[in-house]
């Protein structure tokens, strides 16, 4: 090698340890990211489905996942997890990396119970009759530009609030409701037939309101903005009372005076009747009375209160002030204020009425220059626990930025101050919440004093949101829990529990177990206690076949919102024997669906005869014995005719042996539906006569009654029809039936049945027959056949004479 070319090497060799030395990363970049879970806790509500990933674990790695509860929440091959029931689970994740090492990740997952849904919309009659049917729902909304018309049944709604949106839309109401508010309607068209209703008409635009013969409104407040308000009055009219400056037209069949009030809001109101009217105006206002509306009084209320009257009736109408009682002759015009001064009297041939009402009255601006927002939606808040006399915990879906935006009241409206707050969110590890803004928050929340026993309503508005919840404390209650948390320190904590040897390796099944003791212990001794999903995947103190477990125990013992959580140490050894399980025993088989009996403590799962159930993963989507039907039976539905299929069982607990049923062939020769009644007794059942109502003598049968139909079918072709071949019955549904001295159906409930009209048996001692038809597309599908036994006597008859 010649010398330049020695040189050139040497050259390249300093300039590469040049690149060495300047490039070397820190110790720092070079170190390899911890692998780990996006989440290490999740809330979620039942139903709800949330996706964990596995950060830094490398393109190979192989992922299994797993749930310790899957009653509570299960999670797919992706990580999907999905709550299923409230309550508390570990999710895990086993991953091996390429290399081989194995890791397991935790996600603790806690899951409530999904808020009652107590505000609907609806946009078609028939979404507005299911919405009157559920016994949750506190408002609905009648919301859509559809020229449609809505009826409401006749019916007692009166926890119910209805509010009417629909500007191209008619409404009869039938129903009573706790108030009804008509923002929108078509201006023709609402009209009234129910008795006791108070009606708001906030409506912008006109609107008119029919208050039909038969039907008693006790109020109808109008708030609206602006606009001409029609209301026709053939019925009875309780009062009026205007709130806001707009035209209102009083008209109808009544001949009794209808009280109008008018507020100081409503100046500059213009109001013209054709019936009586008895009138208290607070503020300046226009009062055109037409021929019809003899007998009118006016009055004013306050020293704003002046009335412009043209009286277009054939006698006087008195306006009453605090000075004295002014009249207004007929076809003339006055102003009459509130010291009784009267002005601008003229003939209404030549009067220009042009309203009366102050000049410069004001208006609303509808919001504020920088201020507060208004809430628009009210989220309901389930999880709320007092832990301590001056102590609680909420869990809602936003971040607390600001401890005195929080307000807890009690029943009297007074505030529980509060003196701070502390985030129980683990956030170290949890980026990919970073920015979520639904993502589940929990608080605990320290007061400046101690609550007292009662009812309490928690307020957080965050934004354009209202997040609101109620709970109760009681002092006894807090003893209770105090003490049922003294007992579980000295009867569960520290104690030896012998489990299956699958026990030894994984520790949710030793969680699954200790529950389970807990859950009994808790009943026997009149509490309730659940293990939380948060110890660890890993035995402490594990030694000569003994292990430690480290957990924690939530543990309620009264009916308020008092909980308490206990920390302890449980010990488990490995020797016992798994529990038996069932094989699963086929109950109903249709053309698309098997029906299984449900064993305590078992979890099934439906798959084709083909597949073999041999690891984990393969039972992702079981199906638990708690969430059998009424009737103790687990339906797989949807499943394809000329199909076979095996349905495989293990038990929950233990999750050992595997058992699973003969091979089921769904075939065409099998029925489309399968309907089951279920009754507490059928023959010669006692009855009893309980008085006498409008329509007759009433006997009530003591008789439960429960029915399921199985397999593929239309929900309104479906129907139970309660029947007689008895020649005293009469079917109130059979249009051409003469009812006259027949027994009818008076009610038909889960726990009775009730008949009327069975005075005309006459005295003595009957049996009466009758049966429960299930029809579906009016084919009689199953009937079951009942008796009853009873005695009418002659103090029984003269009951009907009174």
């Excluded at 290490?40 to 949330?50: A, F, P, R």
């Excluded at 009425?353 to 309901?380: L, Q, R």
């Excluded at 690891?615 to 009424?630: G, H, I, S």
Aim: charged share 25%; aromatic share 6%.
């Amino acid at each position: 090698m010649t010398m330049k070319q020695m040189k050139k090497l040497l050259a390249f060799v300093l300039a590469f340890a040049m690149i060495i030395t300047i490039y070397q990363p820190s110790a720092a970049y070079a170190a390899t990211k911890k692998t780990r879970l996006n989440a290490k806790t999740m809330t979620l509500q039942v139903g709800q489905k949330k996706t964990l990933k596995v950060k830094n674990a490398g393109k190979k790695a192989k992922l299994k996942w797993s749930s310790n509860k899957k009653s509570i929440a299960t999670v797919s091959k992706k990580g999907v997890v999905k709550a299923v029931k409230a309550g508390n689970a570990v999710v895990t994740c086993k991953v091996t990396t390429k290399n081989g090492k194995t890791t397991k990740l935790t996600c603790k997952v806690a899951v409530k119970k999904t808020a009652k849904v107590t505000s609907l919309t609806v946009g078609s009659q028939s979404e507005l009759e299911k919405a009157l049917k559920n016994k949750n729902v506190t408002k609905i909304t009648v919301a859509t530009q559809g020229a449609v018309t809505f009826t409401v049944p006749q019916g007692d709604y009166s926890k119910v609030e209805l509010v009417i949106n629909a500007p191209n839309a008619d409404v009869v109401n039938n129903g009573k409701f706790k108030s009804i508010d008509i923002q929108a309607i078509k201006p023709n068209t609402y009209r009234e037939n129910a008795k006791g209703n108070v009606i708001t008409v906030s409506a912008t635009g006109d609107a008119r309101v029919i208050v039909e013969t038969g039907a008693t409104v006790a109020k109808i407040m109008v708030s609206g903005s602006k606009g001409n308000v029609k209301l026709v009055v053939d019925g009875t009219l309780s009062g009026i009372t205007i709130d806001a400056p707009v035209n209102v037209t009083v008209e109808g069949k009544t001949t009794a005076a209808v009280p109008v009030t008018v507020n100081e809001k409503a100046a500059g109101a213009n109001v013209i009747s054709s019936t009586p009217v008895e009138v208290k105006a607070a503020a300046p206002i226009a009062l055109n009375l037409t021929k019809g509306a003899e007998g009118s009084k006016v009055e004013t209320t306050s020293d704003k209160a002046e009335v412009t009257v043209k009286n277009e009736t054939t006698q006087a109408v008195t306006v009453t002030t605090p000075a004295g009682s002014k009249d207004v002759a007929k076809d003339t015009t006055s102003k009459v204020d509130n010291a009784g001064k009267v002005t601008d009297v003229a003939d209404n041939t030549d009067a220009n009425n042009n309203g009366g009402g102050a000049t410069g009255g004001g208006s609303s601006s509808g919001g504020s220059s920088g201020g507060n927002v208004t809430p628009t939606e009210t989220i309901t808040l389930n999880a709320l626990h007092v832990f301590a006399r001056n102590q609680m915990d909420v869990e809602l879906q936003t971040k607390i930025t600001d401890k005195d935006k929080i307000v807890v009241t009690d029943e009297k409206g007074n505030i529980q101050k509060v003196a701070e707050i502390k985030d129980m969110n683990d956030d170290s590890q949890d980026d990919s919440q970073e920015d979520e803004e639904d993502g589940w928050q929990r608080y605990m929340i320290t007061f400046a004093s101690n609550l007292e026993s009662g009812k309490y309503v928690f307020t957080y508005v965050s934004g354009n949101k209202k997040y609101q919840g109620d709970f109760d404390f009681a002092e006894e209650d807090l003893a209770k829990t105090e003490s049922a948390a003294g007992k579980i320190k000295t009867d569960i904590f520290d104690k030896t529990y012998d489990i299956v040897a699958a026990g030894e390796n994984d520790t949710s099944v030793a969680g699954r177990q200790i529950n389970k003791v807990l859950g009994e212990y808790a009943q026997a001794n009149d509490f309730w206690a659940v293990v939380l999903g948060n110890y660890s995947d890993t035995y402490d103190n594990k030694a000569g076949g003994k292990a430690g477990l480290k957990i924690t125990i939530r543990v309620q013992g009264g009916d308020s919102d008092v909980l308490q959580d206990v920390d302890g140490i449980v010990y488990f050894t490995f020797t016992k024997e798994p529990m038996a399980v069932t094989a699963p025993a086929i109950s109903y088989k249709t053309k698309t669906s098997i029906v299984v009996k449900a064993e305590e403590d078992q979890e099934y799962i439906c798959c084709e005869a083909d597949k073999e159930i041999t690891q984990e993963d393969d039972w992702e989507n079981t199906v638990q014995a708690d969430r059998a039907d009424e009737f103790g039976n687990i339906e797989f539905s949807k499943l394809d005719t000329g199909n076979t299929y095996v349905v495989y069982t293990r038990n929950v607990t233990e999750a050992m042996a595997v058992k699973k049923s003969e091979k089921v062939t769904l075939s065409n020769e099998l029925k489309d539906m399968e309907a089951v009644v279920k009754t507490s007794n059928k023959e010669n059942i006692p009855g009893k006569i309980t008085g006498w109502q409008k329509g007759g003598l009433v006997l009530r049968v003591p008789v439960t009654i429960k029915f399921k139909v199985y397999g593929t079918y239309e929900k309104d072709k479906l129907k139970d029809v309660f029947t007689s071949s008895d020649e005293h019955f009469g079917d109130f549904q059979d249009e051409s039936a003469d009812l006259d001295g027949k027994v009818r159906l008076n009610t038909f409930q889960n726990d009775y049945v009730e008949l009327i009209g069975v005075e005309n048996l006459g005295k003595g001692d009957h049996t009466f027959q009758f049966s429960l038809q299930v029809k579906y597309d009016d084919q009689i599908i199953n009937q079951v056949e009942f008796s009853t036994v009873f005695s009418i006597t002659e103090e029984d008859l003269e009951k009907t004479q009174n």
